[in-house]
């Protein structure tokens, strides 16, 4: 995956992916407490991320200073992440939390960017940006539950507010460990480290699980949570906005919510408005705007797999 296109293919896939699985995860929420999904879907793709990394690259080790770092990332990248869109979605309605867990992190990723890289913000990727925010605008709204900023949602709006925040400075901290070492390699520890963090956060949950009534379909809907959504989503996410950059990577993140919508068509019989097909079409248009932007070659891969200090 080293051409231009091939890294925009794989940031739509792992967006699709990601969307398809609001919709796959509902399969199995009545089975499972939210906590204890998200920390099986991180725990079960670590030993995958491990063995790979190992055939691939003969070692997993980083440097101490490095793994302080990758400890921190996966704290907040992680485990305060996937827990605060939990309680987002409990502290206001799912079209706020929809809103604003989603598009602003791209826009925060394209402010905040020069202090991490030497990206530098176009008028293409504003514009083709600023066409997707309102495509994902049209999807939440047209789905008929209205944003409503009123006083008693306005704790769960600052959470989603600070989740696009902090899923921005997440993914540009991980742009100079991606420059020492694989995407592969920062992957799996702080996946790893998120794991760890996370699973206070499912006591108690455990006895209250049926693992008898978990059929074939909510075991496969779990595998898909780790499999794809997890462990080959986030590599190809983090090799992608390594080669593309943070700021223009983060914009085809704007792909989720119509793929979760679409998801929704497919797989649950719901309706699909004229607006949310508006805005479905204005994402696309945005981003393929964003990708015709001539950049130059994709960056060479700077993978240097340093050994414990």
Request: proline content about 3%; glycine content about 10%.
């Amino acid at each position: 995956m080293h051409s231009r296109s091939m890294v925009y293919l794989g940031l739509i896939v792992s967006s699709v992916i990601w969307g398809f699985n609001f919709g796959i995860s509902r399969l199995i929420m009545e089975s499972l407490h939210p906590a204890t999904l998200a920390f099986l879907r991180f725990a079960g793709a670590v030993p995958l991320f491990f063995i790979v990394l190992k055939l691939k690259e003969g070692s997993v080790l980083v440097g101490w200073k490095d793994m302080i770092k990758l400890l921190f990332l996966g704290l907040f990248g992680v485990a305060v992440l996937e827990i605060g869109v939990l309680y987002s979605i409990q502290l206001t309605t799912l079209a706020n939390a929809s809103l604003l867990n989603v598009g602003p992190w791209p826009i925060f990723t394209m402010l905040l960017a020069p202090l991490f890289t030497n990206e530098k913000i176009t008028a293409r990727l504003m514009i083709g940006g600023g066409l997707a925010f309102i495509g994902v605008v049209l999807i939440i709204l047209g789905g008929g539950q209205g944003l409503d900023f009123g006083s008693e949602h306005l704790w769960g709006d600052l959470i989603s507010l600070a989740i696009s925040l902090l899923g921005a400075l997440f993914n540009l901290a991980c742009m100079p460990l991606m420059k020492r070492y694989s995407a592969l390699r920062v992957s799996t520890w702080y996946i790893l480290f998120g794991v760890l963090f996370m699973f206070p956060f499912t006591w108690g949950t455990w006895t209250t699980i049926d693992w008898a009534a978990l059929d074939a379909v909510k075991w496969i809907a779990i595998f898909y949570n780790i499999v794809p959504a997890t462990f080959f989503a986030f590599f190809v996410w983090n090799y992608g906005m390594l080669k593309a950059g943070a700021s223009r990577a983060n914009f085809f993140r704007y792909a989720v919510p119509a793929t979760a919508v679409a998801a929704g068509y497919l797989m649950y019989g719901e309706v699909v408005k004229g607006w949310q097909i508006a805005g479905g079409v204005l994402i696309a248009a945005g981003l393929v705007w964003v990708t015709l932007e001539k950049t130059g070659k994709a960056a060479p891969e700077q993978a240097i797999v340093q050994k414990q200090a």
